[in-house]
């Protein structure tokens, strides 16, 4: 049930609009940053999060208490009216707010901007930046080469500064406007209307963390101090960051600097329980667009597995999407039922997408699946500029996980003999080898291309296919347009037991690397099926890279995403340590950042939540952080996704 705002009094009306006319463009303004976020006025916003990021394409930038005014623990979703009365109640953000922002940087209140006032602001909160970055950017505007920047003296240049930020509010309005024309032409086009070049693209810049949004508007941060954000502003060739102070408000710039809020973040300690709905319950779900069939969709199939050679870390597919042109992407990831891989008697294996824009020197994550759609679809919908972008699978490991020795079954045969003494495959085995294809087969086509089964082949032995290897499959087993069938595979291991004499050794190796146990149960292996969709680009191309381990590629994006979403607490008397707690719609994480010149040893004790799994094994863990190092202490789901969930942590220090 929505938690409906009362309308205001006409007279509030009159005061808050000064006129119909201004009423009537306020409506407007309103309209088109809703459908900035959202494909229909019907939409309803579901979580407090979305309210703030329609809230800032508005041109408002609401304070964790003001969130909480208007989303309270009762409230379910919020309407379009809804939305409108709360911008009539909160007004956007002015020119004195944003000095009075950046004025808090004088944290001794000398006058003066020095660079340590300024790193430790940028370094401690919000998006973090190095030392040699806080550095240019002072230089840039630093004149005289004091390596201070005195706004007491220079008044006019930061006056300047807040109307620069002004503007790309007023860009944002203008890009929000933009959007909402685009899709209301589309609604009033016929379905044989040629859908590219009839308007123009407005789909230049990437995509936040923060929202769903492509443009966002300066906004305020869940912090007690300034948090400046230029670290993170995204340049107009989209080649990456920019790191001055003077390009914020030039054309093409459309992310903000500055970001404040004078409310400090409350502390789990003193927080009631998170409590989350059954996850096939709960009332708003990311809905797919309304003309999906209209877009370009490219699709692949992969696998999580277990790794026994790596300490059973988790290893994936990974894969490169190359974009020739801005679209509106939708992109969705679900366990692949193959067998009993993937499902528990609980529920399906955690999945998650996390995408990464492609650079020179690093890759900067852009957004990521957090929240399940209808289907039971991990999802994620934005804007992505063109360029090419690293989409790394994830899984928490909450329920695919090694499992201990003791916990093995009675060996199963492989092979028999026939009443000619001959070499035949178990009926079992070959159920198993047909599972294996199919996790093989990655484009769905029912055949294994030359890359298919490299992939395969390095995955099992480790090596790739040789060009003579494949002349021997080519000249003995069965091809369809120059690509192995599945009898054709079944055939292949057939060959390999004759060759080994009935010895299965090499045969257990295929079957333990693939994922199932000795009882041939596909119990090590999570197979996962990713689409991707393209609105506005026709040269989508998703391509498969190899398997690597998620935890090198995705630490520091989860744990990126962790510190930028989830609500910190300070540990007691521990100054530079911070323990973040994020809560998603299927996934709580828990992450623990030590900024200290020493290594900690904190203990996380999330024992007393309800119906939750961890990937620890054990709920009430202790783990070491380095110095100056941000860690995962714990990623949590629930055990039961059919009831409520509630997730307690409480941290305490080992000395």
Sequence with gaps: MSRRLSRPSSA???????????????????????????????????????????????????????LAKYWTDETDYLTFDDFVNICRREHATTTDDLMKAFRKIDINGDGYISLDELFRMLTTRGEKMTRDEVQCMIDEVDENRDGKLDYGERILYYSEFCNMLMSTTDECKKMSMKMMEKKERKKKRPSNTPRRGDDENIHGSRTSLRSNAS????????????????????????????????????????????????????????????????????????????????????????????DADEGGQIISHQYTLDLADDTNVFITMQPNRIGDAGFTDDGPVDTAIYVLREGSSSNKIVTFTEQRDSKGRYCVRCDLSAGRYKLVPFTTGCRLYERSAGRETKEVKLIKQDKEDKIV??????????????????????????????????????????????????????????????????????????????????????LTSMGFNKSLVLNQACPFKLDVYTEDCRDASLEVMGLEAQAVMLEDAVCETVTAKGEVSKVKGMK????????????????VENQSYSKIRIQLDCSRSKNVVSNQRDLNYTLTVPSNTTVVGHHLIPRDEKAEWIVRCQESILR
């Design 425 to 510: 495959l178990s009926k079992t085995f070959k159920k198993a080898l047909e599972d294996i294809f199919d996790m093989a087969d990655l484009d769905g086509n029912g055949l294994l291309s030359r890359e298919d089964f490299n992939w395969y082949n390095i995955r099992t032995s480790g090596e790739e296919v040789a060009d003579d290897e494949w002349d021997v499959v080519e000249g003995n087993i069965e091809l369809e347009r120059g690509e192995i069938t599945k009898t054709g595979f079944i055939h292949l291991n057939q060959m390999e037991a004759e060759d080994n004499d009935g010895d299965t050794d090499d045969l257990w190796v295929t």
């Design 12 to 66: 509030a009306s009159h005061r808050s609009s000064g006129s119909s006319a201004h009423d009537s463009e306020f409506k407007v303004e309103c309209k088109a940053a809703y459908l900035s976020v959202y494909d229909d006025l019907k939409d309803v916003i579901s979580s407090e999060y979305d309210l703030s990021a329609v809230l800032q394409q508005s041109g408002r930038n609401p304070t964790r208490k003001i």
């Design 215 to 306: 443009v966002k508007p300066p906004t305020m941060k869940t912090d007690s101090q300034l948090s400046v954000r230029s670290s993170r502003v995204s340049r107009a060739d989209g080649q990456g960051p920019s790191h001055s102070l003077r390009s914020v408000g030039r054309t093409g710039s459309k992310s903000s600097l500055i970001s404040i809020d004078d409310m400090p973040r409350p502390s789990p300690r003193v927080k009631k329980d998170k409590v989350r709905t059954p996850v096939g319950s709960r009332s708003a779900k990311v809905s797919e667009p309304s003309n999906l069939r209209d877009w370009t969709h490219t699709s692949s199939k992969g696998c999580f597995f277990i």
């Design 576 to 591: 530079d340590l911070s323990v973040y707690t994020y809560i998603g719609d299927a996934r709580a994480t828990v992450v």
